[in-house]
């Protein structure tokens, strides 16, 4: 039998199965419901070692792709809006940054550039609301288009989930999303407003998305790779 890569375990009260998890530092973590033996991880982890052998691959690759980006961008190509946009860094006597937006969708950081956490803060919070300015009428538009129906809309910066849907129908997207190519926005918009019908991944869930997106599973194995569209100083957040 093949040996196994080492793991850590994580008891989860949410866990309602096993679930994988390979982190960027290239470790695997196994995370189970309360009161599972672990006994039966082993087994388990035997039966996905073709899965792990990929999932370290893309975490090799990814990493190999943070190496390579360059400290600060000179220019953010929003795929999923059709915007690129040329930044320009301007040193100037404060601690502060600013962001203005100038004509030739050129962005403009004035202030303590020479920082680059700093800039890096701007141009996040500067994306964000870049974000909730086009997806919240872009998801408003579907959601009347396919009568599925949401109360609210945030958009924040997960680190591992484009996006979800909570109990009382409120939707969270990453506002990393304007950088993915807008065939794969759409159908995460249209799979979270899914949940609002269905708050879990059942095969009634499924049938609905095909309804909506029927080339979802292609969707879903082309988001898996979506980190790629995605400048590495951004990944770092």
């Known amino acids: 039998m093949t040996t196994l890569p080492s793991y850590t375990v994580r008891e989860s009260s949410k866990a309602r199965h096993v679930n994988l998890r390979i982190t960027m530092e290239g470790g695997l973590e196994v995370v ?31 990493r190999q792709h943070l190496a390579a980006a360059p400290t600060l961008p000179e220019q953010l190509s ?31 950081l004035s202030g303590a550039v020479d920082n680059v956490n ?23 538009e579907i959601s009347t288009a396919e009568n599925l129906s949401f109360t609210k809309l945030t958009v924040r910066g997960q680190k591992t989930r484009w996006g979800s849907c909570s109990a009382c129908k409120t939707i969270s997207l990453n506002y990393k999303l304007l ?14 407003l899914c ?3 269905h708050l879990n991944h059942s095969t009634k869930y499924w049938a609905l998305v095909g309804q909506k997106y029927s080339d ?4 879903r194995v082309d988001l898996r790779a979506a980190w790629r569209y995605l400048p590495g100083w951004l990944q770092e957040m």
Do not use: S
Request: proline share 7%; net charge positive.
């Open 195 to 197: 949940h609002t019908k």
């Open 32 to 62: 189970i419901p309360r009161g599972f033996n672990r006994q039966h991880i082993p087994p388990i982890l035997h039966k996905k070692q073709a899965w792990i052998k990929r999932a370290f691959k893309r975490i090799a690759e990814r």
């Open 179 to 192: 950088f993915l190519p807008p065939h794969l926005v759409r159908y995460v918009l249209i799979h979270e």
């Open 118 to 140: 700093l800039c890096h803060t701007a141009l996040r919070k500067w994306a964000i609301r870049k974000a909730k300015r086009h997806l919240e009428p872009w998801l408003r």
């Open 216 to 219: 979802y599973k292609q969707a």
């Open 78 to 108: 929003l795929l999923a809006i059709g915007e690129t946009w040329q930044v320009e860094y301007r040193p100037a006597a404060t601690k502060r940054i600013t962001v203005t937006e100038a004509a030739g969708q050129r962005l403009v």
